[in-house]
Nanobody, 129 residues
Framework: QLQLVESGGGLVQTGGSLRLSCTASGRTFSSYAMGWVRQAPGKGREFVAAISWGGGSAYYTDSVKGRFTISRDNTKNTVSLQMNSLKPEDTAVYYC??????????????????????WGQGTLVTVSS
């Protein structure tokens, strides 16, 4: 089973950029769809972005489309989230997640988040206004 470790969070001003990275340990990384889920202070968890096991398909929640880009490198067991034009409402703990079904990660209703197979420990992103 994979273990996921996120990095790259921090404090940034409105309009700035950050790049989150997630490194997976384990031999089966390329068999998992990967994604990012966030939880803002006082709110529930929500899907942000997901990418299929081969990297051929990417999915985004509407609020980040055009600003965030998810990518993966199966040779390095990494998945990244490039976040541009950040807004205060992007402030949240960002979790790297893995599941064999990309649709479970990318469900716009967030119905399956609690069932996702693997979670990282999270990294905090704070966007100041």
């Amino acid at each position: 089973q994979l273990q996921l470790v996120e990095s790259g969070g921090g404090l940034v001003q409105t309009g700035g950029s950050l790049r989150l990275s997630c490194t997976a340990s384990g031999r089966t990384f390329s068999s998992y769809a990967m994604g990012w889920v966030r939880q803002a202070p006082g709110k529930g968890r929500e899907f942000v972005a997901a990418i299929s096991w081969g990297g051929g398909s990417a999915y985004y929640t509407d609020s980040v489309k055009g600003r965030f880009t998810i990518s993966r490198d199966n040779t390095k067991n990494t998945v990244s989230l490039q976040m541009n034009s950040l807004k205060p409402e992007d402030t949240a703990v960002y979790y790297c997640v893995a599941d064999h079904d990309v649709r479970a990660i990318a469900d716009p209703q967030n119905k399956y988040l609690e069932y996702l197979e693997i979670w990282g420990q999270g990294t905090l992103v704070t966007v100041s206004s």
